[in-house]
């Protein structure tokens, strides 16, 4: 099941479950993260995904181009926009609606691992970053929070 979500002229924006989403969603995450950023293919694809809530971009032709998951305990993941997509909003549209969808099923903190260059990207969405630096695939990251009981 999916549902539609936001929908501007040349693309728009679905949530669902692994099982609706993971067709568009596997090829976008391939192609960012590990044909771009050489993340092992072993740790790309993890138990996680069959139980996360899933958003999807879809361009007007159908075809995916973004995506990004909501774990049960409310870490968001695998952000993804496919390069000739990005600085469009698509990212922040994705973001903003995760936070909508975890506000309206009582969660009010979310957290994330953000690759350091993207920390910038996050803030302006209202995460703050917390506590050290540390590696995950070889990226550096950090952890930043949102929403009540922040640094908490
Ligand atoms: N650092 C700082 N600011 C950034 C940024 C970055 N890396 N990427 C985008 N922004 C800014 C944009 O300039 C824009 O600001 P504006 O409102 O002043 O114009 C705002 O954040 C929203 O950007 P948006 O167009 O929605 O971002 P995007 O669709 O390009 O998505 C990423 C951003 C990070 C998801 C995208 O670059 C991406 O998929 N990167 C590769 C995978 C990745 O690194 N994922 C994140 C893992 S933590």
Same mark, same amino acid.
């Given at each position: 099941m999916t549902t539609m979500v936001e929908d501007t002229r040349s693309w728009h924006l679905r949530h669902g479950d692994w099982r609706a989403l993971k067709?568009?969603?596997i090829p976008i995450r391939h192609a960012v993260f590990i044909l771009e950023q050489n993340v092992p293919?072993?740790?790309e694809l993890d138990e996680l995904d069959a139980n996360c809530h899933h958003w999807l @971009? $879809?361009?007007?032709?159908g075809s995916g181009i973004?995506?990004?998951?909501l774990t049960p305990t409310?870490?968001?993941?695998r952000l993804a926009v496919l390069a000739p997509w990005r600085g469009q909003g698509i990212g922040r549209a994705i973001i903003k609606d995760m936070l909508r969808y975890a506000r309206e099923n009582g969660r009010d903190r979310i @957290? $994330?691992?953000a690759q350091t260059h993207a920390i910038g990207f996050y803030s302006a969405l209202g995460f703050v970053a917390e506590g050290p630096e540390f590696d995950d695939a070889g990226i550096p990251h950090r952890r930043m929070v949102y929403g009540r009981h922040q640094g908490a």
């Amino acid at each position: 099941m999916t549902t539609m979500v936001e929908d501007t002229r040349s693309w728009h924006l679905r949530h669902g479950d692994w099982r609706a989403l993971k067709d568009h969603a596997i090829p976008i995450r391939h192609a960012v993260f590990i044909l771009e950023q050489n993340v092992p293919e072993s740790l790309e694809l993890d138990e996680l995904d069959a139980n996360c809530h899933h958003w999807l @971009v $879809l361009d007007y032709q159908g075809s995916g181009i973004a995506t990004g998951r909501l774990t049960p305990t409310g870490h968001i993941g695998r952000l993804a926009v496919l390069a000739p997509w990005r600085g469009q909003g698509i990212g922040r549209a994705i973001i903003k609606d995760m936070l909508r969808y975890a506000r309206e099923n009582g969660r009010d903190r979310i @957290v $994330l691992n953000a690759q350091t260059h993207a920390i910038g990207f996050y803030s302006a969405l209202g995460f703050v970053a917390e506590g050290p630096e540390f590696d995950d695939a070889g990226i550096p990251h950090r952890r930043m929070v949102y929403g009540r009981h922040q640094g908490a």
